[in-house]
C-alpha cells in the first residue's frame, strides 16, 4: 500500500457477509458496532493512506486499531518505559510536531453559506465512506429535485461501522448531488448542493 500505512495491533472478527446487514441494524439503532472484518481493517488503512491524517487510533473495549504513516507513535512508546532500578531522566522539551501532524486536527465545520450563485453546499464533516441509502437496494434518501428540510437526512458517512448522519441544514431543493454511492470523501469536501428556500430559511432565528 501507498504512503507506508500501517497497522501496529488490531483484532479482526466478523465476515464480509454481513457488512451490509451490519449497516442496515447501524443506522436503524443508532448504535455502535465494535466488530471488525478483515475487509473493514483494509478500509479503513485505505482511507487513512488517502487522506491528510498521519496517524489515527480507535479504541473501543477490547478493540484497539492504531495507524500511523510516520512510525512516530512506537519510538514513543519504547522511550516512555524506563529501566528496571533506574529514576527516570526528566522530559526533554517537547519537540514541534511537523505541520502535516498538525492539519490531522480538522477545524469544526462552518454552518452553510450560499456561493455565488445561491447555492448551499452541505459538506462531509469526516472522512469517510458516503452511502446514499441504508442499505443496498433500497432506494436513496434524496434524489437531484427533491425538496428537504434543515433536518432531512442526505446520507450517511461511515467510518469503521460508525454511521453518521448528514443532514440538509437548511430548507430548499436539492440542485446537485456531487458524489457516487459507497465514495470515499474527504473531509470538508462539499457532497451535495442544496437551492435554499429563502421564504422558509429567512423565518429561522
Known amino acids: 500500500m501507498a504512503g507506508g500505512v500501517r497497522a501496529t495491533a488490531v483484532q479482526a472478527r466478523g465476515t464480509p457477509e454481513d457488512h451490509a446487514r451490519q449497516r442496515h441494524e447501524a443506522v436503524g439503532a443508532g448504535g455502535l458496532l465494535t466488530e471488525l472484518s478483515r475487509e473493514d481493517v483494509l478500509q479503513i488503512l485505505d482511507i487513512v493512506d488517502k ?21 512516530l507513535v512506537r519510538e514513543a512508546t519504547s522511550a516512555a518505559a524506563p529501566a528496571p532500578g533506574t529514576e527516570p531522566a526528566p522530559a526533554p522539551a517537547p519537540t514541534p510536531a511537523p505541520a502535516a501532524a498538525a492539519a490531522a486536527a480538522p477545524a469544526p465545520v ?28 433500497a432506494p436513496p434518501y434524496v434524489e437531484k429535485g427533491a425538496r428537504v428540510e434543515a433536518d ?7 467510518v469503521m461501522k460508525v454511521f453518521n448522519t448528514i ?8 440542485a446537485e ?10 473531509f470538508g469536501e462539499a457532497i451535495f448542493l442544496i437551492r435554499p428556500d429563502e421564504a422558509a430559511n429567512g423565518e429561522r432565528p
Open 51 to 71: 487522506s491528510h491524517f498521519d496517524f489515527f487510533e480507535l479504541q473501543m473495549g477490547d478493540l484497539k486499531l492504531t495507524v500511523s504513516k510516520t512510525g
Open 110 to 137: 462552518a454552518a452553510p453559506a450560499p456561493s455565488a450563485d445561491g447555492l448551499v453546499p452541505v459538506k462531509a464533516p469526516m472522512v469517510g465512506i458516503f452511502y446514499a441509502q441504508a442499505e443496498p437496494g
Open 152 to 158: 432531512t437526512t442526505l446520507g450517511l458517512i461511515e
Open 167 to 174: 443532514r440538509a441544514g437548511v430548507h430548499g431543493t436539492v
Open 177 to 186: 448531488i456531487l458524489v457516487e454511492n459507497a465514495q470515499l470523501v474527504e
